[in-house]
Antibody, heavy 120, light 113 residues
Framework: EVQLVESGGGLVQPGGSLRLSCAAS????????MSWVRQAPGKGLEWVSV???????YYADSVKGRFTISRDNSKNTLYLQMNSLRAEDTAVYYC??????????????WGQGTMVTVSS | QSALTQPPSASGSPGQSVTISCTGT?????????VSWYQQHPGKAPKLMIY???KRPSGVPDRFSGSKSGNTASLTVSGLQAEDEADYYC?????????????FGTGTKVTVL
């Protein structure tokens, strides 16, 4: 079964750091485009970052310089390292697979999400 | 990158049709045929309903259809059913100068009366 399972969310103080993980099953993370999307409480979806199969990484302006997307091929897992966290980073963070040939540039598989709360 | 504009709400009776618009610019919706639509029920993850403007993933009912004209994309749900009541979001590739990015719509809450 194709599945994504996020973990690592929690409560962190402003200025702190957190690393989110997204374990994939049923497909290979390194062979696909993978992304992080977040949703603040009661708000809409916001694209955060993408890593292409070749390893190139891209970020939304709102997180550039603070967040880093990466992957561990041996663990088939995607990560999001979040530093210098702000209150406005509070959201449910979803990892998602991005189609590159079929369903190009669509988020076709989603995890269940992990909540990140930035508060003192 | 600004969010794509969607109406906050839409509604229809069971069996009727509802159409949701998604307005962007020539740098996103108008510039690429990579518009997708997502359904999200409360407390759940989004689900892909339409990709590449008008294509349906396997398992999505043909009651869901998509189209695009200029800078505006649309999602139509025909034959509304109770389970279609959810939030719907559009998304578009918005890359420029070889710098990939993606943008989502503001979201539309669909109510089945």
């Amino acid at each position: 079964e194709v599945q994504l399972v996020e973990s690592g969310g929690g409560l962190v103080q402003p200025g702190g750091s957190l690393r989110l993980s997204c374990a994939a099953s049923g497909f290979t993370v390194s062979s696909n485009y993978m992304s992080w999307v977040r949703q603040a409480p009661g708000k809409g979806l916001e694209w955060v970052s993408v890593i292409y199969s070749g390893g190139s990484t891209y970020y939304a302006d709102s997180v550039k310089g603070r967040f880093t997307i990466s992957r561990d091929n041996s663990k088939n897992t995607l990560y999001l390292q979040m530093n210098s966290l702000r209150a406005e980073d509070t959201a449910v963070y979803y990892c998602a697979r991005v189609g590159d040939i079929v369903a190009r540039d669509a988020f076709d598989i989603w995890g269940q999400g992990t909540m990140v709360t930035v508060s003192s | 990158q600004s969010a794509l504009t969607q109406p906050p709400s839409a509604s229809g009776s069971p069996g009727q049709s509802v159409t949701i618009s998604c307005t962007g610019t020539s740098s996103d919706v108008g510039g690429y045929n990579y518009v997708s639509w997502y359904q999200q029920h409360p407390g759940k993850a989004p689900k892909l309903m339409i990709y590449e403007v008008s294509k349906r993933p396997s398992g999505v009912p043909d009651r869901f259809s998509g189209s695009k004209s200029g800078n505006t994309a649309s999602l139509t749900v025909s034959g509304l059913q109770a389970e279609d009541e959810a939030d719907y979001y559009c998304s578009s590739y918005a890359g420029s100068n070889n710098f990939p990015s993606y943008v989502f719509g503001t979201g539309t809450k669909v109510t089945v009366l």
